[in-house]
């Protein structure tokens, strides 16, 4: 019997409080595809609102705690849903480690490092989860983290575009920011805000039923604007998308 490909999951702190189906989803697919996943509970947070904020101290020991948490010499990948976060451990723990002693055990973990739709499509080749359908129509949220950290564009789409029933209707500035940005949204509400406005006035003029995206966080920024505005459209996290119908 060949072996499974064991991989390491990485729950972002927001994601564990706050949309914990999610990260069970993204186990789903995972499993659905052959992989041996594994969890480690003493993980938290990658570091990312401290380092933004400029708490460079404070982000360091946090990376320092996740990188001891995920220094596993028996897992090959580490994924996530959610490309922020992965391209906080890929692009700001570079800065954090690169006077550091544990700098040549970061760059070893640094190439495990995947957000889900790259690890399924760039890593297992794998463009079509068996048995997904959702009916409707949806737009597509180029992340920030996504499109700019990590490069991911057409992955996602290709996955979505195989999933029964769902068809893919392209938004005008689709890579254009929500207005999220963690703390900017608390320091700059008002254009935080204007920009939500404008992302979800232009998913709405595709005649979509849902927005969706690779980061709960655009999702979650989105979502509290179409509640209170109460607009007629949904948010999806691409892992709730690959999960459903079986």
């Not at 019997?1 to 989803?25: E, G, H, K, W, Y």
């Not at 933004?52 to 996530?80: M, P, Q, W």
């Amino acid at each position: 019997m060949a072996s499974r490909t064991i991989v390491d999951i990485f729950i972002p702190c927001f994601v564990d409080q706050l949309f914990p189906d999610t990260a069970m989803n993204m186990v789903k697919v995972l499993e659905k595809v052959g992989c041996d996943v594994r969890y480690n509970p003493n993980q938290t947070c990658c570091g990312q609102p401290a380092f933004n904020a400029g708490f460079f101290n404070e982000a360091r020991e946090v990376a320092d705690k996740f990188l001891d948490d995920f220094s596993n010499e028996t897992s090959h990948y580490i994924v996530a849903p959610s490309a922020s976060c992965v391209g906080m451990v890929r692009n700001a723990y570079q800065d954090i480690f690169v006077k550091s002693s544990k700098l040549v055990k970061y760059r070893s973990m640094q190439k495990k490092v995947y957000e889900l739709t790259e690890f399924l499509t760039d890593v297992l080749g794998i463009t079509r989860i068996q048995g997904a359908s959702l009916a409707g129509r949806y737009t597509y949220h180029d992340s920030c983290s996504a499109l700019r950290e990590c490069g991911i564009k057409a992955g996602p789409r290709e996955l979505l575009g195989n999933v029964a029933g769902l068809e893919l209707v392209e938004m005008e500035d689709s890579e254009t920011c929500c207005g999220f940005g963690g703390t900017f949204a608390v320091k700059f509400e008002a254009i935080s805000t204007a920009m939500a406005e404008q992302k979800v006035d232009n998913a709405i003029a595709t005649g979509a039923d849902y927005i969706v995206s690779t980061d709960s966080s655009c999702l979650m920024h989105l979502e509290a604007y179409i509640q209170k505005q109460k607009k007629p459209i949904k948010t999806m996290h691409i892992a709730d998308v690959l999960a459903s119908g079986w």
